[in-house]
């Protein structure tokens, strides 16, 4: 897979929020994007996962135009800003329903990946009792689950305890194997250099160094 982002702008109420980025990712390679809070990055993986309809650019899939040819990138796991879930269900029930939408993974895919992530199954806890970590936890695990071959990880490590911070790095480098394109930020210098092949560094809407 190969993601084409082409002149990238966002007006909003008549002023320049980010301005003509033109960025690429290719499938087998872990992109970081950095930069300070408000310089643009969370805008820019909305743009990828057409989130967002940008005032002036062009995102190509595999040389399709997000928006007209096809509507959202094929086989993508999203996860951008905190998550949020069902909060009267479980964990299990929430993302049993998540995974309803395509059906391609069954109940015994769901709670292999809980228990990866020390999350039991076959707890009743509603998810509104949840500590914001297992939350995050979550909001990983539906964005994994189902083997996409895209994944926009927007601060994935964020409230992870250290353990789990380094269960979902060991992940994203098999992943990273098995030619999945992975686009991410964070603030942590240590997430950027253990896994990523290229850094882009985001300042005031426009990419300043790579």
Do not use: W
Request: hydrophobic content about 40%; aromatic content about 6%; glycine content about 8%.
């Amino acid at each position: 897979m190969r993601i084409d982002v082409t002149n990238l702008s966002k007006i909003i109420r008549g002023s320049v929020i980010r301005d003509n980025i033109s960025i690429h990712f290719e499938s087998g390679h872990i992109y970081g994007i950095i930069g300070k809070n408000g310089s643009g990055k969370t805008m820019l993986l909305r743009a990828i996962s057409c989130l967002i309809v940008p005032s002036s650019c062009v995102v190509y899939v595999d040389g399709k135009a997000l928006g007209t040819e096809i509507s959202f990138p094929p086989e993508i796991g999203i996860l951008i800003e905190k998550p949020e879930f069902l909060g009267h269900l479980s964990g299990f029930e929430n993302l049993k329903m998540l995974s309803e939408i395509k059906g391609s993974i069954s109940d015994a895919n769901i709670a292999e990946y809980m228990n990866y992530f020390d999350l039991d199954p076959e707890e009743k806890k509603p998810v509104r009792k949840y500590s914001q970590g297992m939350k995050q936890k979550l909001g990983i695990i539906q964005a994994i689950m189902e083997n996409q071959k895209l994944l926009v990880l927007d601060e994935p490590f964020n409230a992870l305890d250290e353990k789990s911070v380094t269960l979902f790095r060991e992940l994203l480098i098999e992943y990273k194997k098995q030619e999945t394109l992975i686009i991410l930020t964070s603030h942590n210098k240590a997430d950027i250099e253990s896994l990523c092949d290229h850094t882009y560094q985001i300042q005031s809407g426009q990419i300043i160094a790579e």
